[in-house]
């Protein structure tokens, strides 16, 4: 259980982030339900949450902002007092070819995915040492870990954000926090609407348990990842992909 336990849950008002805030909210966490532009569904994933029982409040930031992901951090600690657990979840894609990639196109992902990530866990981590606790779950990819055409940034982004992960670690390991990655393959969300039936059924083609995942497989990941019972684990990356990194 995670009673009490105040959880900041970055781009949570869809897709995997807003399963990840039910599930910790299930679990008791008190979840800062993070969002950039999407207020009206950030409010539909805490009244969700409310309506279970669980405790939820929407705010707005947008993490690729250094200054503005400062603010988050403050403002939780100021009304909760502490943050136990950070997931790093928002995260965009620009997907193309690299020959026709876009510098505005590879920045744009790389500061929301990678340097959101960094600015998130830059302004938490006093807070955290001082508590001498805390989780930090980072939300990466198969694309970082394999690579992927057409991802270039994408990839780049979420290989950066493994990086990111292991040294915070080991930065962090002494006074009780963890950093731990999580790498999806394909889950039923949003992002993964947008791609061709062609692309779905050549990606189910390399998928060893011939299915997509769901939002729910992330969750419990992180949900396990976030509890007391994985205080001896640090600085790994767990794919959920149906056998696909292998
Ligand atoms: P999604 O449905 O597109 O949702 C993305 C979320 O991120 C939204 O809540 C969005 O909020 C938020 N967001 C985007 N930019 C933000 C910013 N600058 N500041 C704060 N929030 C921001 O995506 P998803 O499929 O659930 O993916 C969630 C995470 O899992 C991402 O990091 C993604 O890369 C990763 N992932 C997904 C898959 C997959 O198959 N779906 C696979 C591997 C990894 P607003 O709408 O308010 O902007």
Redesign the pocket.
């Known amino acids: 259980m995670l009673t009490d336990k105040i959880a900041v849950v970055?781009?949570?008002?869809?897709?995997?982030?807003?399963e990840i805030a039910k599930t910790l909210a299930a679990r008791g966490a008190v979840v800062i339900v993070?969002?950039?532009?999407?207020a009206a569904?950030?409010e539909e994933a805490v009244k969700e949450i409310e309506a279970a029982g669980g405790r939820a409040e929407a705010v707005q930031?947008?993490?690729?902002e250094f200054d503005k992901a400062a603010e988050l951090m403050d403002y939780v600690v100021k009304k909760y007092g502490r943050v136990d657990i950070l997931v790093n979840?928002?995260?965009?894609?620009r997907d193309n070819l690299i020959m026709k990639m876009s510098e505005e196109d590879f920045d744009a992902v790389i500061n929301?995915?990678l340097k959101?990530a960094f600015n998130c866990i830059k302004h938490v981590s006093r807070q955290m040492l001082k508590q001498r606790a805390g989780r930090i779950i980072n939300?990466?990819?198969?694309?970082g870990v394999a690579g992927n055409a057409g991802q270039a940034n994408?990839s780049a982004s979420?290989a950066g954000v493994i990086g990111l992960t292991k040294t915070v670690a080991r930065e962090m390991a002494s006074r009780g926090i963890t950093c731990n990655a999580v790498?999806?393959?394909?889950?039923?969300?949003?992002?993964?609407d947008v791609l061709s039936d062609g692309v779905k059924e050549a990606v189910i083609g390399n998928i060893p348990m011939k299915r997509?995942?769901q939002?729910a497989d992330?969750a419990n990941a992180v949900a396990f990842l976030a509890s007391e019972e994985a205080g001896y684990i640090t600085g790994q990356v767990l794919c959920i992909d149906g056998g696909m990194c292998m």
């Open positions: 970055t781009g949570a008002s869809r897709g995997i982030g807003r993070n969002y950039n532009g999407s569904r950030a930031c947008n993490v690729s979840n928002a995260g965009i894609t929301t995915n959101g939300i990466s990819s198969v694309s994408y979420k790498a999806p393959g394909f889950i039923v969300t949003e992002m993964t997509f995942g939002t992330v």
